[in-house]
């Protein structure tokens, strides 16, 4: 019993530890939506965010006015394809402002992966990203955000699962890993090995380079830790090891 309380209390501490602050989202109030924060013509749906799904919007990367694109984007989710929304749960422009996209709020199901969209959480680059890189703020951004939704539901930015609709891929992934498309472009989908990895170093706490972190147990390691001592595989002095070396980075 002592040995399952721990575990409960540890547990919870590192949910604790590894959430990360979401970061400044302008709202879809603040870029116009015609529809304001609701979307009357498409009833929400939700589920618990196992993936993230990355995307580029395909147009143009000239644009002055960002929000009136991710307007010009709703209208066409909304009217043209008759959705009734906007597909992408969070768009993000090349200064790093991220937008608010579908309505509902956290983990509702957007429409961004036909077969996929349950439990994945889309969100696009506001450009097109086949021969050009998004800009460090639009990374920075989209990193800062994806931390936040991967250390709330303790997803690994690192390792592979199987989603909703029973496919096993990266747990940030491109469009591309679901779908026949070259979606989010080439030169953006080559940085995502760099952005899972940035992505786990948040969630850590431990940016490139910090030389205090070198060594130390992470969250994730930790809980490996504790399913091995769980289960007879470590020792009570290993476990506190481990403890200890996590609790000090």
């Known amino acids: 019993m002592k040995k ?16 990360v602050e979401k970061p400044d989202v302008l709202s879809r109030t603040g870029w116009g939506c015609p529809d304001g924060n609701e979307s009357p013509s498409w009833t929400q749906q939700y589920a618990n965010v196992t993936h993230v799904i990355i995307h580029h919007t395909a147009t143009p990367n000239t644009d002055t006015d960002w929000a009136a694109r991710v307007l010009s984007i709703w209208n066409y989710h909304t009217y043209d394809n008759g959705w009734g929304d906007v597909g992408y ?42 021969d050009t890189e998004p800009t460090d703020a639009a990374l920075d951004s989209a990193e ?8 709330q539901n303790g997803i690994s930015p690192l390792e592979n699962s199987t989603d909703y609709a029973g496919s096993n891929y990266a747990n940030i992934a491109g469009h591309q890993d679901v779908s026949a498309t070259e979606c989010p472009g080439e030169d953006l989908y080559s940085l995502l090995p760099t952005i899972r990895q940035d992505v786990y170093e948040i969630i850590q706490g431990c940016p490139a380079g910090d030389a205090d972190c070198d060594g130390a147990v992470s969250d994730f390691e930790l809980l490996s830790y504790i399913d091995t001592w769980a289960v007879g595989g470590a020792s009570d002095f290993e476990l506190l090891a481990a403890i200890e070396s996590w609790a000090n980075q």
């Open 4 to 19: 399952v309380l721990l575990f409960v209390v540890l547990f919870l501490l590192l949910q604790t530890a590894m959430a």
């Open 89 to 130: 749960n969070y768009l993000i422009d090349p200064n790093g402002i991220i937008y608010e996209g579908r309505a509902g709020g956290d983990d509702v199901v957007g429409g961004h992966a036909s077969g996929h969209n349950t439990g994945t959480m889309g969100v696009a680059f506001i450009g097109t990203f086949s």
């Open 144 to 151: 800062s955000l994806l931390a936040w939704k991967l250390s």
